[in-house]
């Protein structure tokens, strides 16, 4: 596989990924801009690509809630619930994540991976703000937002 200058996986996703797909009655999915491909391609350059069972993509929205609002319904099928029986948690790195998250009624993790700073981050409202996913007690904030 062709390797892209620049790119890297962030320190804590596989460590986070690990821990939550452990979980019972947890579907991982992904909520990207980009199209379906184009995610999968990208993922697969750091070896995700497998570690999530389902998506919203560019390809299905431009707007981020919706593309949120897509994925969450195609992982509440998976798990064999309905949409209005599940909980939505959203690890997000921009200010526009985060209020997509808000926007579902979703909690939110935010990461400061993409250049937003804590501040701007935390304007957004997110339930708690870290550098990467990597820092202490993200795994801890994580179990408790579930």
Not at 60 to 66: G, L, Q, Y
Not at 139 to 144: E, H, K, P, Q
Request: proline share 5%.
């Amino acid at each position: 596989m062709r390797r892209t200058p620049g790119y890297r996986v962030h320190p804590g996703v596989a460590a986070v990924l690990d821990a939550l797909a452990g979980q019972p009655a947890t579907a991982l999915g992904l909520g990207t801009g980009n199209l379906r491909e184009g995610a999968r391609l990208k993922l697969a350059r750091g070896a995700l690509d497998a570690r999530f069972g389902f998506g919203g993509f560019g390809c299905d929205a431009e707007d981020r809630a919706t593309i949120l609002r897509i994925g969450a319904a195609r992982g509440a099928a998976q798990l064999g619930v309905g949409w209005e029986n599940t909980r939505v948690v959203v690890i997000g790195d921009t200010p526009r994540d985060v209020a997509a998250a808000a926007s579902l009624g979703a909690d939110c993790l935010a990461v400061c991976t993409s250049g937003s700073t804590p501040e701007e981050l935390r304007a957004a409202g997110p339930c708690q703000v870290f550098a990467t996913l990597d820092a202490p007690g993200v795994l801890d904030a994580l179990s408790g937002l579930r």
